[in-house]
């Protein structure tokens, strides 16, 4: 807490506090729009420079609230890809059993697409997989409520800009809670962190880091020698129009804003554009430039010095190129350990429609065995037979394997078939239904996976209600009916009986070209949703 001070003194008397994982957000107050001066009291995460404090909210230690976590330290290695070193590095926290992250949230002016999904289940995994080996994380995702983009948004839609990204932001957090993203330790938002950023200007400015032109303050990136560190980019690339805002009052065009100023018209605040929302300033009326709010609030909750920072490939230059800039210029002590971004993944087209059309197939195998361990809940032995072990512990090898090596996801995935096929075969086949400890066998393997699939963000509430809603989106898609497959489904085993093999053949394809895969079983023929035939197509061609 002393080191911290030294470089950032608070606005407001600052506890280190952890938030339990039970709270979807933070539900911080907005600034008012006609009361810019307003201020709300800053929660915080335990802090990396403060080892020997124990991490409280409202007097709870976190042992306390998260009764499924157990003491001690984390329990593998942990291998990352670290922009900052262009390589892998083993993961080594600040504190001992402690880990500080910070994720770049979205700018809320509009719904989240596909790229945003891509990050923050990445980085959902990355919180999920640092719990499961045993690290307290405090994980800050922001929430940009302050932007151009918000107001040029507000502006076509006659809107306030702050209930306008208030609203957005609301939709996103929705959004994660259908992708079974955990809910961050804390979600900060840059309009309730006003006074965190300007005291941070202030200090840039002061260490002859930054200068004022007229009401805007700029971000001298010559004062700084060490900025392009992270994207390994030279300053004279840093051309005006390419990802720089062009303006003839910089000192150097890759200067950048740390606050952008409104104007005065006959004595009364005006902003630069009707309906702007504005904040007062030691440099006048106005708005804090957008790469400044992270390195703000990432100091605000994390301190100075923390372990990791993450966010989209995209992010690298210029906003965490700046954030490094600016957070370094306002405390020489400023550190991140990790910078980790999250790339685009190449994949054989053929192997991941494989990889998607079995995700019907893993919850309708563990669906089954819910079925079947519900009927025998009790007399069962804690022994299992030496095949079912192998293929356990295999399993457990290859997750750990693969997700210690930077998160590879694909891998583990991947090695589900394993403990798959044999409950598959316990269930289904003559043989495995007269193996010795059956039961047992199945009970062990649908716990690993289990546990597995939920370190992943994959684990269904339910199986039944997660089968249901994948059928029924397949039908939405498909734009059929139940009713009307069942027919086909007919219509295809009288063909076939007939031994009329072309037209059976015509009703499979017709279905597969709709996303519908119907599989036959000596019991019978069934349907389950898949990745509609022309896509498949299109992607093996793709390769």
């Known amino acids: ?62 042992d306390k609230m998260d009764g499924n976590r157990q003491p001690g330290s984390p329990s593998s290695e942990l291998w990352l890809h670290n922009t900052m070193s262009k390589k892998k590095e083993l993961f080594r926290p600040k504190v001992e059993g402690k880990v500080g992250m910070y994720v770049c949230g979205v700018t809320a002016y509009d719904l989240s697409h596909i790229g945003h999904a891509r990050v923050y289940v990445t980085f959902d995994v990355l919180y999920r997989y640092l719990k499961h080996l045993g690290y307290e994380v405090c994980y800050v995702r922001n929430f940009t409520d302050v932007d151009d983009k918000i107001i040029a948004r507000a502006k076509e839609l006659a ?19 259908h992708l079974q993203c955990l809910p961050p330790s804390v979600e900060p938002r840059v309009s309730d962190h006003m006074p965190h950023i300007i005291d941070m200007i202030k200090q840039i400015v002061d260490n002859g880091y930054a200068y004022r032109v007229e009401g805007d303050v700029f971000f001298s990136v010559e004062n700084f020698p060490e900025y392009g560190q992270l994207s390994g980019r030279k300053l004279e690339d840093n051309r005006a129009g390419e ?13 950048f804003a740390l606050w952008k100023a409104s104007f005065m018209r006959n004595n009364v605040i005006c902003s630069a554009k009707e309906g702007e929302p504005f904040w007062e300033s030691p440099w006048g009326p106005g708005r804090p430039g957008w790469h400044i709010e992270c390195s703000a609030m990432s100091a605000a909750y994390l301190g100075y010095s923390f372990d990791i920072h993450g966010g989209g490939m995209d992010l690298v ?44 197939t893993i919850r309708e195998t563990l669906h089954d065995c819910e079925n079947v361990l519900s009927q025998h809940d009790k007399g069962l032995q804690e ?9 356990i512990n295999k399993f457990h090898n290859d997750f750990s394997t693969s997700m210690s090596d930077d998160l590879h996801t694909p891998v583990v995935l991947a090695a589900l078939s394993d ?7 316990l269930l289904h086949t003559r043989k495995g ?19 597995v699939l939920s370190v992943l963000g994959l684990m269904p509430t339910s199986y039944s209600e997660a089968l249901q809603q994948l059928r029924e989106m397949a039908l939405k898609r498909a734009k059929l009916t139940e009713d009307k497959i069942l027919q086909k489904i007919e219509e295809r085993s009288e063909a076939r009986k007939n031994k009329d093999y072309e037209k059976s053949d015509a009703i499979r394809k017709y279905l597969a070209v709709v996303g519908i895969a119907l599989m036959d079983s000596p019991d019978g023929t069934s349907w389950r949703p898949a990745i509609p035939l022309p896509l498949q197509e299109q992607q093996v061609a793709a390769t």
């Open 317 to 360: 230059f210029p906003h965490h190129e700046n954030e490094i800039a600016q957070s370094c210029a306002a405390c020489k002590q400023s550190n991140v350990s990790y910078w980790i971004h999250n790339g685009f993944v190449t994949v054989d087209s053929e192997k991941m429609s494989k990889s998607l059309g079995n995700f019907f």
């Open 383 to 391: 022994s299992i037979p030496p095949e079912t072990l192998n293929v």
């Open 159 to 177: 809107e306030d800009p702050i209930s306008l990204s208030r609203r957005y932001c609301d939709e996103f957090i929705q959004d994660m809670v």
């Open 1 to 62: 807490m002393g080191t911290l001070l030294k470089c950032y003194k608070p606005l407001f008397s600052i506890r280190f506090s952890s938030f339990p994982n039970s709270l979807r957000s933070v539900q911080l107050r907005t600034h008012s729009f006609n009361n810019p001066k307003r201020r709300n009291p800053t929660r915080r995460c335990f802090s990396s420079l403060s080892p020997s404090s124990q991490p409280l909210i409202n007097g709870t230690t976190l």
């Open 419 to 425: 403990p798959l096929k044999t409950i598959n075969d």
């Open 433 to 451: 239904k007269k193996q010795a400890m059956r039961i047992e066998s199945v009970a062990a393997l649908e716990k690993i996976i289990r546990n």
């Open 243 to 255: 990802r720089v805002a062009v303006d003839s009052r910089k000192r150097n065009p890759a200067d």
